[in-house]
């Protein structure tokens, strides 16, 4: 997949810009709050129509404007198509050539773009929320399927969720309910359980890449239950025996929405033992690994790192831009960075132009 232009209009503090780009590396390059990361949450917005800096939309909006719009051309082989992302204040318009998007998922297929921002290098460090959408996004943007499974589990624990907090509790719609969760979770804990198993294929190696020396690294998913052939009598079991505590607490404790993933960097477990650093090298790998599972080259995502040398010396910078050309485009912000045969955006001013 390739970017090759990106039209912003009220965004952020753009009132206008209109960028074309190049297969390959892309520096973003600019001082300080100049506008660079605004250009990385454009590019991540045509993916999943949301920011991964804010929940409030709103705030994406210039001042004293209405609506913000992203526009887009994306290359796939010979395919050729439009996004326009339409920003309001309490609607939000999304079209493909022209038509109206018929679900969020196609944004995905179109323009699949992998993201690594500076927060991301508390990934193993934060709640297991963190991590799990970090499986369910990889996931859904590979399978519609997945996404309607994790999309059905959630309307459905919601359900449940309200059934526990009302105040004269239906016993027997609380009981189909919960059955039709079990059913959700046994294909959902299989489908992570594949995913996580295929990463582990690659992830020593894109790490080994980064890092430039012989470090183990495994991922290991910790779900509600094992995927194995007990899985149907495991769950439904755990949800009998929380029954009680959930009634109490008026909440579902226990399902796939409380899985977690841990990285073991050298057998210990990076969370409790790893370095600033090694965190950020272990999350990199870890956001780019799902790209290696993908055979065909035109069908490869779109990579977004926003400040990711800041805290990288020398070396570590040569060996990620060594990295960089397994994948059709990379975008990067930053400060300051030379790489050979890159094109440079150069960003000032609240405006954007395209090195010559």
Known sequence: MILSELNLHDFRN??????????????????????????????????LARSWRTQEESSIIREGANTALITA??????????????????VKRIRINGKPAKRLSE????????????????????????RRDFL?????????????????????????????????????????????????????????????????TVLPEVLAQIRGDNATAELVY??????????????RSIFKEALEGDLMRKTTGNGPHRDDLVFKLNGRDISEYGSQGENRMAVLALKLSPSFLIEEVEKKPICVLDDVTSELDDAH???????????PQVFVTTTKLDIVDA??????????????
């Open 222 to 235: 910790k779900p509600c239950a094992r995927d194995d052939g007990t899985f149907g009598v495991k769950i």
């Open 14 to 47: 753009y009132e206008s810009l209109d960028l074309s780009f190049e297969p390959g590396t892309n520096i973003i390059v600019g001082a300080n709050a100049a506008g660079k990361s605004n250009i990385a949450e454009a590019i991540h917005f045509l993916s």
């Open 136 to 200: 369910d996004i990889s996931l859904s943007k590979q399978s519609s399927d997945y996404f309607s499974l994790i999309s059905r589990y959630q309307r459905l624990l919601k359900e449940r969720n309200a059934l526990l907090k009302s105040p004269n509790i239906d016993m027997t719609l609380l009981e189909v309910v919960t059955e039709q969760l079990c059913q959700v979770a046994e294909p959902i804990v299989h489908y992570r359980t594949m995913f996580v198993s295929s990463l582990s």
């Open 343 to 356: 094109s440079y955006i150069d960003v000032s001013s609240n405006t954007a132009t395209r090195r010559k």
């Open 107 to 130: 944004l995905s297929k179109i323009c699949n773009v992998i993201l690594f921002a500076p927060e991301d290098v508390a990934l193993f460090s934060q709640s297991p929320g963190t």
């Open 317 to 327: 910078i040569q060996r990620l831009a060594d990295l960089f050309r397994s994948f």
């Open 73 to 90: 051309r994306i290359e796939e082989g010979n395919l050729s198509r439009k996004i326009e992302i339409e920003i309001g204040r309490s």
